[in-house]
T-cell receptor, first 113, second 109 residues
Framework: DAGVIQSPRHEVTEMGQEVTLRCKPI?????LFWYRQTMMRGLELLIY????????DSGMPEDRFSAKMPNASFSTLKIQPSEPRDSAVYFC???????????FGSGTRLTVV | QKEVEQDPGPLSVPEGAIVSLNCTYS??????FMWYRQYSRKGPELLMY????GNKEDGRFTAQVDKSSKYISLFIRDSQPSDSATYLC?????????FGTGTRLQVFP
């Protein structure tokens, strides 16, 4: 298995633009997680899905953030409009179940200027 | 109080030293404990996985859980420069993992 695949690896965008981050989980994993990592706050859970259904989105910072999982092999995290304070590394992770060990992707480094 | 607390470091040690990394947690119901290692510009990867109290050893790495004091530790023997990374502890919260903020470790030759 190729592991959890995220794209793009790097994204530089201007404030106000829409940003879409993509994730392909490991085949057979039923749970998918979106995290944001910064030096100040560490790893923050934004949202997670179980069997393609959003279970907990309490970590989504505000309405500018949205996430979807249309099928078991694909998820997106969208920020619209983006702001400089959204600059961070965004990780996607998947697992067999929500409390099982996670496999992380390599992350998307987002810079909003 | 955060559910999982971890000293952010950085921790700098010479090659060959024994390293001790620690976390505390607040909820006595937590059962599973994990250590993840994250190299610079990479995603975290699972290093050790333990259930309940006791020790688990894997090569140079030993994970220790003391449920009575809600304390988890990772020991690295004969540390190598390749061990330089950020180490994150994690525990289950029935429906998701809770991560510590990570301790940055630097092993210098």
């Amino acid at each position: 298995d190729a592991g959890v695949i995220q794209s793009p690896r790097h994204e530089v965008t201007e404030m106000g633009q829409e940003v879409t981050l993509r994730c392909k989980p490991i085949s057979g994993h039923n749970s998918l997680f979106w995290y944001r990592q910064t030096m100040m706050r560490g790893l923050e859970l934004l949202i997670y899905f179980n069997n393609n259904v959003p279970i907990d989105d309490s970590g989504m910072p505000e309405d500018r953030f949205s996430a979807k999982m249309p099928n078991a092999s694909f998820s997106t995290l969208k920020i619209q409009p983006s702001e400089p304070r959204d600059s961070a590394v965004y990780f996607c992770a998947s697992s067999f179940s929500p409390a099982d060990s996670y496999t992380f992707g390599s992350g998307t480094r987002l810079t909003v200027v | 109080q955060k559910e999982v607390e971890q000293d952010p470091g950085p921790l700098s040690v010479p090659e060959g030293a024994i390293v001790s990394l620690n976390c505390t947690y607040s909820n006595s119901a937590f059962q599973y404990f994990m250590w993840y290692r994250q190299y610079s510009r990479k995603g975290p990867e699972l290093l050790m996985y333990t259930y309940s109290s006791g020790n688990k050893e894997d090569g140079r790495f030993t994970a220790q859980v003391d449920k009575s004091s809600k304390y988890i530790s990772l020991f690295i023997r004969d540390s190598q420069p390749s061990d330089s990374a950020t180490y994150l502890c994690a525990t289950d919260n029935t429906d998701k993992l809770i991560f510590g903020t990570g301790t940055r470790l630097q092993v210098f030759p």
